[in-house]
């Protein structure tokens, strides 16, 4: 649609409207889209982010937005500009679908939840780690309700809450988070997946620039307290994304 001229498109779906077919081409558009936008992810990128502009247009017409496709364009949508780094725009695709499946669904749904956490983690990769620290306290209170303690779900909010703290230097409550989501995830996982693999990293990471002192029963933070930016992103983000 937006590699044709301007002047063409707007004539047709002029032509399209005046015999009632609009609705219908706009509802096929969109389930091809959703067939052809992925997770994310690196594999044929140079193809996908083409399709881009144009699932951005028809996921904000107002022929389907009640339609369900919509919310799953949309997911995609975030995880797409997840992996390209553009996390603003994350963020706001990954809220519309929030919004959405918590109204129809409702807070406690499993579907919901990982909206919350997509949400949660486009905000740590902007650096807002305060905000998502309360989401991700949110998720993960709800994942132990709804699917237990030791659920890969909730393992997840444990680790991305872990990280959240990390980057906030609260390093106790982080270091405790991590072992946590290390042994669940050796359990549930295996010692070699690579969720398992990034959880390990994180944790010794932040063991290595922690000055344990036994004595006192606290953690001496040293001078050496910055991590890599984007271990989250490369490691979290990617690990965690079915």
Same mark, same amino acid.
């Given at each position: ?8 498109? &707007? ?8 015999? !009632? !077919? ?49 919310? &799953? ?49 486009? &905000? ?119």
């Amino acid at each position: 649609m937006f590699d044709m001229h301007r002047l063409v498109r &707007l004539a047709m779906q002029k032509w399209l409207r005046e015999h !009632q !077919q609009w609705g219908a081409w706009v509802n096929k558009t969109l389930t091809w889209l959703v067939e052809v936008v992925p997770y994310g992810g690196h594999e044929r990128r140079e193809v996908w982010t083409a399709y881009l502009p144009h699932a951005m247009h028809v996921v904000e017409l107002a022929e389907v937005y009640e339609v369900e496709g919509r919310v &799953l364009l949309l997911d995609r949508l975030g995880r797409c500009e997840q992996s390209l780094g553009r996390y603003n725009s994350a963020e706001a695709a990954h809220r519309k679908v929030l919004e959405r499946r918590e109204g129809l669904l409702g807070k406690e749904h499993p579907d919901t939840l990982t909206s919350m956490s997509n949400v949660a983690r486009a &905000l740590s990769n902007q650096g807002k780690y305060a905000e998502a620290e309360k989401m991700h306290r949110e998720t993960l209170a709800l994942d132990e309700k709804v699917s237990g303690k030791e659920h890969p779900d909730t393992l997840s909010s444990v680790y991305c809450l872990a990280y959240s703290l990390h980057r906030q230097q609260q390093y106790e409550e982080a270091l405790s988070l991590y072992h946590r989501a290390c042994i669940g995830y050796e359990e549930k996982l295996g010692p070699s997946h690579a969720t398992t693999q990034a959880c390990l990293n994180h944790y010794s990471l932040l063991r290595q620039l922690c000055d344990l002192d036994f004595s006192g029963g606290g953690i001496n933070i040293s001078a050496h307290t910055a991590i890599p930016r984007n271990l989250y992103s490369a490691e979290i983000a990617t690990s965690l994304t079915p």
